[in-house]
């Protein structure tokens, strides 16, 4: 039974191991979530994140003025099965409580202060509607209940159907994210809070900082829930 089906007939269940939720649990209980590898503090996820983009990307030195993240991502674990609940079975209320958890995590390494809006990663249109929504929009209207800062959905358009990245190689990654964002609005804030859901190489949230930064940002610092694993 897929997770969608499953959370509508029983929504008081967590979706990892089924026993019943606890009030204020949403979607996975607290049991689970202990199973999910967080970092030990922001500073040492940011060190860890910004080091991944910039192995894989050089020019990730310099692009981003600050990153953040909140889990390591690993497949097969209990993190996996709540972000693929999240991504491609509709739950989007677990992007918000992710959203608003990173959100709380991500305060001391990137201040509310010092950015001027968030701006979700975009799906491509075909890729919105096959889904219904963005998880990376869900979660950038969590950290935004946080930081009481405008998600700017309407700043960057993705115009290529791109193929999945799961699976390529680094080269193919950026390769198959050449232009593949633009940007949609005449003029661009300062300093954006770009927001996606899973970093792995940093080939998507590299191409959009770049398109973002073409059109006049000056500042980008990047949040993700989690940085996959070296496994
Ligand atoms: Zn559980």
Redo the contacts with the bound molecule.
């Keep these: 039974m897929s997770a969608q089906l499953f959370h509508f007939l029983f929504p008081e269940v ?1 979706i ?2 089924g ?1 019943l939720l606890m009030p204020g649990e949403q979607g ?2 607290s ?2 979530k202990e199973d999910f590898e967080a970092f030990p503090d922001s500073r040492a996820a940011s060190h860890a994140l910004m080091h991944s983009i910039q192995l894989h990307f050089s020019k990730g030195y310099g692009l981003f003025s600050q990153v953040a993240c909140r889990y390591r991502y690993y497949r097969h674990r209990p993190l996996q099965k709540v972000l693929h609940a999240m991504k491609y079975e509709g739950m989007y209320t677990l992007g918000l409580a992710f959203g608003r958890e990173l959100g709380t995590w991500i305060r001391d390494v990137i201040p509310p202060e010092s950015i001027d809006c968030l701006v979700p990663v975009p799906l491509h249109r075909l890729k919105l509607v096959e889904r219904s929504f963005n998880q990376a929009e869900k979660i950038a209207e969590g950290i935004a209940e946080i930081y009481m800062k405008p998600v700017r959905g309407d700043l960057l358009e993705r115009c290529r159907y791109t193929l999945t990245q799961t699976g390529l190689p680094v080269a193919a990654r950026r390769k198959n994210l050449d232009d593949a964002f633009r940007t949609s609005a005449e003029s661009i804030p300062e300093r954006i809070l770009l927001v996606d859901d899973v970093v792995t190489t940093g080939a998507t949230v590299v191409a959009a900082a770049e398109t973002l930064k073409r059109a006049g940002a000056i500042s980008i610092t990047a949040a993700a829930i989690a940085l996959t694993a070296k496994e």
């Design positions: 967590c990892v191991c026993k996975c209980c049991g689970c």
